[in-house]
Structure formats: C-alpha cells, structure tokens
C-alpha cells in the first residue's frame, strides 16, 4: 500500500484597517504570531492618511504613509500590503470603487478569516471601513460581479480588532503576544510621521501608550501582553475552527 500522502493547509489571514498604522496598534502583535505557526498574511488599508500630518502637505503624506505601511509590514513579514486610496474623512461603505478594489483583495487572497475595525469606534472612518468590509466580502461571493479574479465566498468568519486605547471595547477573545510585542513595536515605530506629530502635537509617546494598551489587555487575561477581539457576530460568520492564533 502506498502512504497517504497529506497536503498542508496554509491558513490565510486578511487583516483590513483604516489609516496606515491602525493594524499596527491594534492587531499587529497577533498578525505575526499567526506567521510564526506558517500562516500566509496579508494587509490592507483603506484611507491613504494623507490628512496626518499639520505641516506635510496630503499628496506628499499619502506617499510617505504608504511607504511606511509598508516598511512595516515587512517588519513583521507580510506577505503583501496592500494600499487604496480613499482620502482622510472619505471612506465610505457605498464607495462603489473602493467596495469593488476590497472585493478583488479578498477574491485574490482567499482568507480563512477577516480582521477589521470594530462596527462602533471613535473615528467615523474606522466605522465606514468595518461596514466596507463586511459588504465587500458580499461582493467577492457574487458570481456575475464583473471582476478578473476568480469569485470567493460570501461568508467569511470574521474578527473586530480592539478600539484605539480600548475605549468602549469588551474582547471575548485574547491573544498573548508576548513574545511578539517588541516586533509588534518595531513595526509602529516605522510611521515616524505620526510618532512624531504625537509627540509634538497631543504630548503622547505612541510607542508607549500601545505598549500600555496592550500591557492592559495582558492584565486582563494573566499574560504580559495581548490583543483583544470579538466576532463579527451575526448569520455564517463563524466557523467550527479555532481561527486565533
């Protein structure tokens, strides 16, 4: 008899934010523990950020921020980061290009699982982004949707990532990112632009207030460090998997 040979599954996460350096505060730490066990990673951001700076002007900042996305993202080894380019205060879930360039990702990447902004947050922005999301995994699952890329489904399980500073946030689930908090700090270092306008604008150090964060959610879960999440929790997002790293 011949051995059964078994193909391994690579896993495949799309992590989806707002402005450059959303997925970096918020679910970094867990993005690189999911490379660590040999998942496949992608990022995307939606807003190009170009109103982040007082003195940078927009067309140049959204430069600078797409660079710096994407030294960060190569920080923690992401396979591909990708930029659109809604403007600061722009995005909106009826954008009908933006909606579609979402759906093409997520038709090209094929994820196992969605991280995104929480459905309520500070920001409208961040908001737009978590219904884009939502309705754009709709969208990948239509069959006479006009696009070059093969259709996806329309039910992917997914995950909210924690608010910034935890503001009005109750995770039900933690990862321990531990061992993962000084890269997920190195990576947030790399957008200098609002490392600095922080700093000289609100007085805050940036790297130390995530670094506190998530320290907080450590407290919360008895490890020294972690992210917090919660499903998306309605019809098919779900999956019998332990999708978490």
């Known amino acids: 008899m011949f051995p059964t040979v078994v193909r391994e599954v690579v896993m495949r996460v799309l992590a989806i934010g707002c402005h450059p350096d959303d997925l970096e505060i918020c679910c970094f730490g867990t993005l690189r523990k999911y490379i660590e066990q040999g998942a496949d990673v992608y990022a995307c951001h939606v807003s190009n ?42 995005a909106n879930y009826y954008d009908e290009k933006i909606l579609n360039e979402l759906a093409d990702i997520i038709c090209l990447v094929r994820p196992d699982l969605l991280i995104t902004h929480n459905d309520q947050d500070y920001h409208p922005d961040h908001i737009e982004v978590s219904k884009l999301v939502s309705k754009a995994a709709f969208l990948s699952g239509l069959p006479h949707r006009k696009t070059k890329y093969q259709m996806y489904q329309s039910f992917i399980p997914t995950f909210y990532m924690d608010t910034l500073a935890g503001v009005d946030f109750n995770p039900t689930h933690y990862v321990n990112i531990s061992n993962q908090i000084e890269l997920k700090l ?60």
């Open 49 to 90: 950020g170009d109103q982040g700076h007082p003195l940078i002007s927009p067309e140049e900042l959204a430069k600078i921020r797409a660079d710096e996305a994407t030294k960060a993202g190569k920080t923690i080894g992401v396979k591909e980061v990708f930029h659109l380019d809604a403007p600061d205060m722009y």
């Open 186 to 245: 190195e990576a947030l270092a790399k957008h200098q632009t609002q490392v600095k306008w922080m700093a000289e604008h609100d007085n805050i150090d940036f790297i130390d207030m995530v670094r506190t964060c998530s320290k907080y959610r450590g407290f919360q879960c008895g490890v020294d460090y972690a992210e917090g999440f919660r499903p998306h929790d309605v019809y098919q997002r779900h999956s019998t998997k332990h999708l978490l790293p």
